[in-house]
């Protein structure tokens, strides 16, 4: 298990370092040079030169990736050296520094805080869901479930958020559209404008796990060791928990990992519907403004989330399914 875990570690390592270096390709692919998106167009040639001077642009092309993967480390992609800051119209040119840690502590700790709690709500509604469906699959009520999912999921994120907005604010009133505050702390001290933002994460979420699970669970369900269990007199109540649930679990772990990219994605979607100022937002605006450094930065910090949640993934195979045990170079035995 131990070599297991070292091997999966040293292969998401592999994978953020092949995401850097992607980012850092996508740098000098970008229109124009890093000095002219920086300052802007009302530099002077002799401050571009001062730039790339500084920011190490006029040596070779390795030596420039080696001063990236530098700053990197130090939690930076780009800077505006000292003192141009007084000197290139703030309009015209992009004057603030693209500091990693700027975007984790705040647009990504507001990402992580929504998925958070979509994450919550999907477990906390999935699992029950799946589990009626499963033990009561020819009841009308399993029926009528299956259709809502089925068109939960068929419905894009941006056409159902707008339907909630309509239905639950504009028709019901029961939900006040409140645009939630840039600081992280206002975001968790106003519930009322995580709401529909929450429901627009989680609802597509539970209606495609739901169905997953639901499957997997029925699968279990017609197994000998549950028969077992019903004939010695356990419930069926104890047994779906207990027995059944914990093997059906594992297809949902391997989706959730596979579909990270995907929910990052309609994410964005979310956060954009909703003035939520998480990662997403800010990487949408730093596409409208041309802000190519935020872009880049939110690029390669979802794209390490992605590896770290993938990874996470892989690793709780084992805590919810005791029978697994990893052997050699990771072979399943």
């Given amino acids: 298990m131990v070599r297991y875990i070292v091997g999966r570690l040293l292969q998401a390592f592999v994978v953020i370092f092949g995401v850097v270096?992607?980012?850092?390709?996508?740098?000098?692919?970008?229109?124009?040079?890093?000095?002219?998106?920086?300052?802007?167009?009302?530099?002077?040639?002799?401050?571009?030169a001062i730039y790339d001077r500084q920011n190490g642009l006029d040596q070779p092309i390795y030596a420039q990736y080696i001063s990236f993967l530098e700053n990197v480390v130090h939690g930076r992609i780009a800077f505006t050296p000292p003192g141009f800051a007084d000197q290139v119209d703030p309009i015209q040119g992009v004057q603030v520094d693209l500091d990693l840690g700027a975007l984790i502590d705040g647009p990504t700790t507001r990402s992580l805080i929504l998925m958070g709690i979509s994450t919550l709500v999907v477990v906390v509604v999935m699992v029950p869901l799946a589990m009626y469906e499963a033990s009561r699959r020819?009841?009308?009520?399993?029926?009528?479930?299956?259709?809502?999912?089925?068109?939960?999921?068929?419905?894009?994120?941006?056409?159902?958020?707008?339907?909630?907005?309509?239905?639950?604010?504009?028709?019901?009133?029961?939900?006040?559209?409140?645009?939630?505050?840039?600081?992280?702390?206002?975001?968790?001290?106003?519930?009322?404008?995580l709401v529909v933002p929450v429901l627009t994460l989680s609802l597509g979420t539970i209606a495609l796990f739901s169905r997953y699970l639901r499957s997997s669970t029925m699968e279990e369900l017609t197994k000998d060791y549950i028969v077992t269990a019903r004939s010695k007199g356990a419930s069926r109540t104890r047994v779906s928990l207990?027995?059944?649930?914990?093997?059906?679990?594992?297809?949902?772990?391997?989706?959730?990992?596979?579909?990270?990219?995907?929910?990052?994605?309609?994410?964005?979607?979310?956060?954009?519907?909703?003035?939520?100022?998480?990662?997403?937002?800010?990487?949408?605006?730093?596409?409208?403004?041309?802000?190519?450094?935020?872009?880049?930065?939110?690029?390669?910090?979802?794209?390490?989330?992605?590896?770290?949640?993938?990874l996470a993934s892989d690793l709780l195979y084992a805590v919810v399914d005791p029978r697994i045990r990893y052997v050699g170079s990771g072979r399943l035995r």
């Avoid at 992607?22 to 300052?39: A, K, R, S």
């Avoid at 068109?151 to 939630?180: C, E, H, K, Q, W």
């Avoid at 594992?250 to 990662?279: D, N």
Wanted: proline residues 7%; glycine residues 10%.
């Fill in 21 to 48: 270096t992607l980012v850092f390709v996508l740098e000098h692919l970008l229109p124009g040079d890093q000095g002219h998106i920086m300052l802007g167009p009302r530099a002077t040639p002799a401050q571009w």
């Fill in 242 to 310: 207990r027995h059944a649930l914990p093997n059906s679990a594992l297809p949902i772990i391997t989706l959730l990992g596979a579909r990270l990219p995907q929910i990052f994605g309609v994410q964005l979607v979310v956060e954009v519907l909703f003035s939520y100022p998480g990662l997403g937002l800010a990487l949408w605006n730093a596409a409208v403004f041309r802000d190519f450094y935020t872009m880049l930065g939110a690029i390669l910090i979802g794209g390490v989330f992605t590896v770290l949640g993938s």
């Fill in 138 to 193: 020819r009841k009308t009520g399993a029926h009528i479930a299956n259709i809502i999912a089925v068109a939960l999921y068929s419905t894009p994120p941006f056409l159902l958020g707008t339907l909630l907005i309509l239905f639950l604010s504009s028709d019901l009133r029961l939900v006040a559209l409140n645009t939630p505050a840039w600081n992280t702390g206002d975001v968790l001290g106003d519930p009322a404008g």
